[in-house]
């Protein structure tokens, strides 16, 4: 078995929404939001979005990570990966101070998912090309 | 690396992902309903939740569709993948409208994912019974 | 195409998700909270809450399953999820009981993720050091 790069990036991504789930747990102590509640003081409400708002792009972000590390570029995607992780990390925690500190690591992570989608989109093509059009765009732009 | 097809319907799914985010986005500023509220008038919130919908769902599409497509058929996974897609975006702008707008288009892509999931498990059974009992179910199927 | 039986159970795990969507959309129905409203009495706030909660970690689960299952033991790995599918299916109805319910489950489900994300982990660290140190990390252990 091949891809140990997007692998490993894969298990970072896990144990960073596993800190964020815990994260969750623990406002839901601090401030006292027992479930099935899902709202309570302006800072538990917070936490709580942030890490949401993380588990609703956790299946996009692997999905765009894993196709553009096997059709285009694994070392590429998984450095993007990274960044995307560390990203979100910012995200958690400007969330967790302040509506406001969410927006700058948003925009981040929003371009890495764009560079990551588009690395896709390319990987796919230059694949769809060569197994079903018997031609290799990458030779094709080279000769131009 | 090969199966391209399923590739290019995910990433179709991936930009689907994305605009519905994008009209979340453009709904919060138009209805003013800023992070971490998540409710608000009932054309946000129809907005919201048929996003939220649809992202819920989203990791059991790309599953079933990506299990059908390796066990059992790329081609027919990949057309059941696009339909879905597509009902999945009359549901999006039904819901927009009225919760009864999102009944139809509902109904439609249900029954794909029950297709695509069907035809999971008919792929692995046929995958299974050719690994561990050696027997070819459709060779039998055929003669018989 | 070889990981059957890790498609065996990821189809176990769709219908199980089929399943409590079913579920909230009988307690919609018959809680009278009609879409795209998400509160109502407390049965119906617990039958949705659980349903969401194993809906935002199925994308976690799945995941774990599968790094385990191609780097480290497929077997094993299947094992792992079926156990926490029942244990998830326990969570669904101890949730839509009481709040307190969902609470031994919990704990059951985490633990189960927890080791297959410790088994994913090993995985990827025996297969990198084959990969690119070109070492057997269980053969240095079997010597040691
Ligand atoms: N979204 C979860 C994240 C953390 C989590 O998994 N919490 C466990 C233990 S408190 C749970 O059962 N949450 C109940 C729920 O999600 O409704 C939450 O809101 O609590
Ligand atoms: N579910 C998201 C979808 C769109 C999105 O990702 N929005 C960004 C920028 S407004 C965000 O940070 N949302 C905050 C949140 O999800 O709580 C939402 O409700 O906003
Ligand atoms: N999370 C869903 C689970 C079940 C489901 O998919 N329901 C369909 C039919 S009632 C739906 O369109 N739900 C609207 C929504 O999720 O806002 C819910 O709350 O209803």
Known sequence: MEPVLLGAVTILALLEQAYFSLQVIYARRKYS???????????????????????????LFITAMWIAGMFFNEGLSCVGGVLYLFGRL???????????????????????????????????LLSFSKLYLDTDLLLITADA
């Open 90 to 124: 910012q995200y958690f925690w400007g969330y967790s101070t302040s509506p406001q500190g969410r927006l700058a690591p948003l925009y981040f992570c929003a371009k890495i998912l764009w560079a990551l989608i588009g690395c896709s989109a390319l990987g796919i």
């Open 33 to 59: 939001v027992s479930p099935p509640n899902t709202t309570g003081s302006p800072e538990f409400n917070r936490v709580y979005r942030a890490q949401a708002n993380c588990s609703e792009y956790f299946p």
